[in-house]
C-alpha cells in the first residue's frame, strides 16, 4: 500500500529507478528467487493506486509509499510493472519499472556418509545464499519439490514423501535415529526468503549391523596318556 501525494508535480513524468534497500539508485540488478527488489520514483508525486503488470513473472506484496515501494519476487520470468500516473504531470505518463527474476543456485558438492544409523551429509552453500534445507526420502522414493513462498521446519515438516531434517547456514549435518543396512536419498535446496532453488542429491547407505558369532571352546584333555584334540565351534 501506499499513499498519493498532494504535492503540485514539476513539469514532467516521474520514472522509476532501482535501488538498494535504502533506496539509493543502483544499476540494473541480477535479482533471484525470493528476493526483495526496492524501486522508487524521480519525483516525489502524480503516481496512483493503479497498477498493471505484463510478462510471465510474478511479484508479491507491493509495499510502500511514494515515491518508495519495494516487492518480492515470487517466480522466475520477467515482467514490467507500470503505474497509471496521470493526475498533474505533463508529457507522457504511466510511468513503469521491469524485473528478471533467475533461478536461484543450488548448494553445491553434496556429499554423505553412513554409519550404522546414522548419515553425516556435507555441502557447499552460494556465496550470497547461504540457507539451505535438506530433505530425506527413502531411496528413489517420489519426490516432491518444495512450494514457493512456504515456510518449512527441519525435524517436523513433510513434504510429500520425504522429511525436512535440517535447515540452517552449516555446511555439515548429521542425520540420526536411521534403520541399519537401509539407503535415503537426500536433497539440499538453497533458501531466499522461503523461496527455493532445485534440489541437488545425494544417495547413503547405512551399514548392516552383524552379530558377534559364539565360540564355544572344547580343551585338549588327556586321559591314560591318551589325548583328546580340543576344538572351537
Known sequence: TFEEEDTPCDPQS??????????????????????????????NCCLTGNWSKTGTGTYKTLTGGTPN?????????????????????DGSTSPSISFTTNDLPAPTSQSGTGSTTSATLNWTPNNTYKTVMVVRYAKDAAVTAPT???????????????TVVYKGTGTSYTNTGLTAGSSYDYYFYTVNNNYYSAGVKTTVSTCTSLTAPTLTITPITECNNTYTSGKIV
Request: net charge neutral.
Open 14 to 43: 516521474p520514472t522509476f529507478v532501482h535501488t538498494n534497500s535504502s533506496y539509493n539508485e543502483i544499476s540494473t540488478p541480477t535479482y533471484y528467487l525470493g528476493d526483495k527488489a526496492y524501486f522508487k520514483s524521480t519525483i
Open 148 to 162: 514457493q513462498g512456504t515456510a518449512y521446519t527441519a525435524g517436523s515438516s513433510k513434504i510429500g514423501n520425504g
Open 69 to 89: 515501494f519495494y516487492l518480492t519476487l515470487s517466480s522466475v520470468g520477467s515482467f514490467t510493472l507500470t503505474n497509471a500516473a496521470t493526475d498533474g504531470c
